[in-house]
T-cell receptor, first 115, second 114 residues
């Protein structure tokens, strides 16, 4: 079955450490997204990529970095510059080539906590 | 700037009762509209979507939503709630000049009383 796989499900970060969250999709979607979810704040866009080797900052990109070397993969690195990284991180993908009104499909998320 | 408002943070309904979750957006033209549901610790599942045409759209799990242009609203409804509907519900709006990005409301947590 096609879908989006996020790993790990739980991740712990020490002070000053960078950590990388994995997102892989086999839906053949061109666009991929990373969101951060905090209680009562909905989803906020961190980074998105419309095509391989290209990505743009979202609303809260500071302290995060991404790469898009393959269509299937869009890893997110939470750097030590992100002072409040504890949150639930969601990856999504869509197929905008079929029109900008295509829905996004979501993975099951990674919960990141500070040790 | 575009924004999405879900005025109710929490809603509690009795099992078998009807449900309406509110969603309002601010934008000059007709946006693309979505409702998603999230169970605790899980990702988001698409319930339904509106792009154009009939303003009453049907979704999965017995949900429907109505787009009202005059009120800039896209409220989600279900005639009879089941205990398994307890979850968090998100309204999301896409705007043509915003590419394929979505703006999400803050969510409404639904509790179901037996």
């Amino acid at each position: 079955d096609g879908g989006i796989t996020q790993s790990p499900k739980y991740l712990f970060r020490k002070e000053g450490q960078n950590v990388t969250l994995s997102c892989e999709q086999n839906l053949n979607h061109d666009a991929m997204y990373w969101y951060r979810q905090d209680p009562g704040q909905g989803l906020r866009l961190i980074y998105y990529s419309q095509i391989v080797n290209d990505f743009q900052k979202g609303d809260i990109a500071e302290g995060y970095s991404v790469s898009r070397e393959k269509k299937e993969s869009f890893p997110l690195t939470v750097t030590s510059a992100q002072k409040n990284p504890t949150a639930f991180y969601l990856c999504a993908s869509s197929n905008p080539g079929r029109g900008s009104n295509q829905p996004q499909h979501f993975g099951d998320g990674t919960r990141l906590s500070i040790l | 700037a575009q924004s999405v408002t879900q005025p109710d943070i929490h809603i509690t309904v009795s099992e078998g009762a009807s449900l309406e979750l509110r969603c309002n957006y601010s934008y000059g033209a007709t946006p693309y509209l979505f409702w998603y549901v999230q169970s605790p610790g899980q990702g988001l599942q698409l319930l339904l979507k509106y792009f154009s045409g009939d303003t009453l759209v049907q979704g999965i799990k017995g949900f429907e939503a109505e787009f009202k242009r005059s009120q800039s609203s896209f409220n989600l409804r279900k005639p009879s709630v089941h205990w398994s509907d307890a979850a968090e519900y998100f309204c999301a709006v896409g705007f043509m000049e915003y590419g394929n990005k979505l703006v999400f409301g803050a969510g409404t947590i639904l509790r179901v009383k037996s």
